[in-house]
């Protein structure tokens, strides 16, 4: 039985569950005087007894899900011939990734002999054991769970609370896992990064001026000793992201400033979804635009006006950058505004004021601290695009401060390093993690100034 399917029964076994724990509910409540009888309302039996019968079958399902790989191949391997199983371990590695592809019916990279052939048929057999084991074991154990929880359905059963405690439970659990995944990150990317600085000095890193992450994989190979100067890198980052940043605040701002303030009730239901449909557009698109529309218009008007244009530059990555983050902040702007008490403003009129000054002077005082939410997002997502870097900006990684010339940020370098089979025991790979931990400092940087922004104007209009 497929994983799918499995888990379409097990969802349907849940949904049972909540109509008939509703159900009993009401029926044994009918001899009582009703379901004014009941401790709790019948949703909460329903959906205590759909509880008790989902989560212990989910959690089951995802645990089987992640050791059953590492049982499989256990037993595989253990089938093996003798002297197979004493091979060194990348070896053996291989072979097990030949028997899979094989039983899969994917290329595989050695010959097929007997033993291949017969450990691949086993390899499926333990499969299909494995799987007929896990959903016979996980529906049975739905059906004793939703039996055992329907019986017990009592009018004096504090169903709600028993609802609401399984519930909180599960909203600590997410909180945790997400805090928990955060610090995995964070201590996956310092630990590597540790690693790189110390095969590369901190201060070459940071204050370094040519970046070749090339190094020699022979003792008597030239030419690659590598240079991990990232000034370069960071200044293309600086430079592409405030291309965007001009272009996509000022629009943005303005734009949500019109469809909140002055645009119709029609025009503001037209145009905001329109305006958001930007933000749906996949990036390689973006990319496409701006290697055939916008490099080629850019080069052009620059040679005619006797400027020299790089094909592939800053100031089109930015600007198709730009175009592409303006959503961000357009409507996450309106929304804020939107949500300024009309209090405010009639304050404001009445005081005189024109709905200009009162937009000014009122409106987006009070409502910058949303508005800056918004800007820190777009700044966060213009720092972490690839996609038009790569194909508009290029790969070269040029100290200028001319918007013209070929540029590459931290996230095309962090990819570029990273393409292809790679072992995390050089610099020139681990230099990719010292490019994240940098990334993310100054993200958690720019995330402080926010918060100090926002606590500041919160505490004068609150």
């Known amino acids: 039985m497929s994983s799918s399917l499995l888990i379409s029964l097990l969802v349907s076994l849940t949904v049972a569950g909540y109509f008939l724990g509703h159900r009993r509910s009401i029926r044994i409540a009918a001899p009582l005087g009703g379901t004014k009888t009941l401790h709790s309302r019948p949703s909460y039996y329903g959906m205590l007894v759909a509880l008790w019968c989902g989560l212990p079958t989910f959690l089951i399902f995802i645990v089987w899900q992640g050791i059953e790989p590492s049982i499989i191949n256990s037993l595989m391997i253990a089938d093996l011939p003798l002297e197979t199983r004493n091979l060194p371990e990348n070896h053996l590695g291989l072979i097990v990734n030949d028997i899979k592809n094989l039983a899969t019916g994917n290329i595989v990279a050695g010959e097929k002999d007997a033993v291949m052939q017969t450990a691949a048929a086993n390899y499926i057999q333990l499969q299909i054991l494995s799987s007929r084991i896990k959903a016979g074991s996980l529906l049975v154990l739905g059906l004793l769970s939703l039996t055992l929880v329907c019986r017990r359905v009592r009018p004096e059963q504090r169903a709600r609370n028993h609802v609401e405690k399984i519930i909180k439970i599960i909203l600590f659990f997410c909180s945790t896992l997400a805090i928990l995944s955060t610090i995995g990150i964070v201590l996956s990317v310092l630990f590597e990064s540790i690693r790189f600085f110390q095969a590369v000095p901190f201060t070459e890193f940071l204050f370094g001026l040519k970046w070749s992450p090339q190094t020699a994989i022979r003792a008597d190979q030239v030419g690659s000793s590598g240079a991990f100067g990232a000034v370069p890198v960071f200044a293309g980052t600086i430079m592409v992201s405030a291309i965007a940043m001009f272009v ?50 850019i080069r052009q008007s620059g040679g005619f006006l006797g400027l020299d244009v790089s094909s592939e530059s800053a100031l089109a990555a930015g600007l198709v950058m730009g175009i592409m983050i303006i959503p961000f902040v357009s409507s996450l702007s309106d929304d804020v505004i939107h949500a300024v008490p009309q209090s405010l403003r009639d304050g404001s009129y009445a005081l005189g004021a024109t709905q200009s000054e009162t937009i000014r002077k009122v409106v987006i005082p009070a409502a910058l601290p949303g508005i800056v939410g918004g800007v820190l997002l777009a700044v966060s997502r213009a720092i972490g695009e690839t996609m038009i870097v790569v194909m508009a900006a290029g790969l070269s990684a040029k100290l200028t401060a001319n918007p013209l010339e070929t540029v590459t940020t931290v996230t095309v370098q962090i990819v570029t390093l990273l393409v292809g089979d790679q072992e995390f025991d050089s610099p020139k790979t681990l230099a990719a993690f010292a490019l994240g931990l940098i990334l993310f400092v100054a993200t958690l940087i720019l995330n402080i100034i926010a918060l100090v922004v926002v606590r500041k104007y919160r505490e004068q209009y609150e």
């Open 248 to 297: 996509a605040v000022p629009i943005g701002l303005m734009s949500a400033i019109y469809l909140s303030e002055y645009a119709g009730k029609t025009f503001r239901t037209v145009a905001k979804p329109l305006l958001e449909i930007l933000a749906g557009i996949p990036t390689v698109v973006y990319g496409f635009f701006a290697a055939l529309s916008v490099a080629p218009f």
